[in-house]
């Protein structure tokens, strides 16, 4: 078994769309999931996209996929590597695509001058956080993660104080 970790094409994005898909399943939140295939091959591929993916094959065949962007730490003074999505497939699971993929991404953010690499995780993915904590992640707990979306975000936006 050969793994191969690289960066994704605008070829890639159905099946990086599938994987979104699987991962909002395994996540019980498919429902949440409003991306089109136009949608992936505009916001990763065009020319002003923030964010980045890289596609794992194993054996020449997808089995999973990283989606990341840069950051920036105003307490280090330096960019760093926030990756949005790290998703292998269930039935590959433990063949080391995951740790191939963090470990890919670490490079990248090392190579590139990146002051730290982050991610969330579910509080209830106990497999993925035993799987972080086994490569030397450590959790952030004192910190409180806060989104706004949607409706809320359009109101809030649009609000005249």
């Given at each position: ?11 890639d994005?159905?099946?990086i769309?599938?994987f979104?898909t ?7 939140a ?26 794992c ?14 950051s ?15 998703y292998?497939s ?6 080391g ?12 953010a ?7 690499l ?9 497999p ?9 992640a450590?959790?952030?707990d ?20």
């Amino acid at each position: 078994m050969t793994l191969h970790i690289r960066d994704a094409t605008r070829a890639d994005a159905a099946v990086i769309l599938g994987f979104i898909t699987e991962l909002a399943i395994y996540e019980k939140a498919e429902h949440e999931v409003k991306a089109s295939v136009a949608d992936i091959e505009r916001s990763l591929f065009d020319e002003a996209s923030p964010a980045k993916a890289l596609i794992c094959l194993l054996d020449g065949q997808p089995v999973g996929f990283a989606v990341y962007f840069l950051s920036y730490s105003t307490w280090l003074g330096r960019k760093g590597l926030y990756l949005e999505d790290l998703y292998v497939s269930a039935g590959q699971r433990g063949v080391g695509a995951g740790k191939k993929l963090l470990r890919h991404l670490a490079r990248i953010a090392h190579d590139s001058g990146c002051g730290r690499l982050e991610w969330s995780v579910l509080d209830w993915n106990q497999p993925a956080i035993d799987f972080y904590k086994s490569i030397g992640a450590e959790p952030q707990d004192e910190w409180v993660r806060y989104r706004m979306e949607g409706e809320g975000l359009e109101r809030f936006a649009l609000a005249q104080d």
